[in-house]
């Protein structure tokens, strides 16, 4: 299901959005500052591109808290802040899609592509979008390290 979803995602303007991503990434990413701000917009493209059956996870909860740099925290921190104020009014922006496809009751599984985007854009950096696989994979390696140190 999530497959047709997609198909009809990106033919209806989800290609040209993550092609706007992918242009706004590249501009990001030619200062050293804004790379990690590009990374995030990426990021976004591919969740723009193909939303269904995509989970989006901090890189401390994909990776481990341990295994991320007090470095790239704070950077990933301080670059968030900074994006907060575009974030907000892009993040609005999307809710209003939502409430706005909500109403038409058809527009539901949309609507909640929305939340999801917006959910993502009030604090993209440090950020992944990896599929549901991927994501339950994840919690089950935590939940068994957990298990594991308790034992």
């Given amino acids: 299901m999530s497959a047709l979803g997609n198909l009809l995602w990106f033919i209806l303007g989800g290609g040209i959005l993550a092609l706007l991503w992918l242009l706004i990434g590249?501009?990001?990413?030619?200062?050293?500052?804004?790379?990690?701000?590009?990374?995030?917009?990426?990021?976004?493209?591919?969740?723009?591109?193909?939303?269904?059956?995509?989970?989006i996870i901090k890189e401390t909860k994909l990776k481990g808290?341990?295994?991320?740099?007090?470095?790239?925290?704070?950077?990933?921190?301080v670059l968030n802040i900074i994006w907060f104020p575009i974030g907000l009014v892009l993040t609005i922006v999307y809710l209003f899609l939502a409430i706005v496809?909500?109403?038409?009751i058809i527009g539901i599984p949309v609507a909640v592509v929305y939340v999801r985007m917006g959910?993502?854009?009030?604090?993209?950096?440090g950020c992944k979008v990896v599929t549901k696989k991927d994501a339950?994979?994840?919690?089950?390696?935590?939940?068994?390290?957990?298990q594991?140190?308790?034992i």
């Fill in 26 to 55: 590249v501009v990001f990413s030619i200062t050293i500052v804004g790379i990690p701000i590009g990374k995030a917009c990426f990021e976004f493209a591919k969740l723009s591109a193909f939303p269904y059956g995509k989970e």
């Fill in 65 to 77: 808290k341990q295994n991320v740099s007090t470095f790239w925290k704070i950077i990933n921190l």
């Fill in 101 to 104: 496809y909500t109403i038409t």
């Fill in 119 to 125: 959910k993502f854009l009030i604090s993209p950096i």
């Fill in 136 to 146: 339950l994979a994840s919690a089950v390696a935590k939940e068994l390290e957990k």
């Fill in 148 to 150: 594991s140190l308790r």
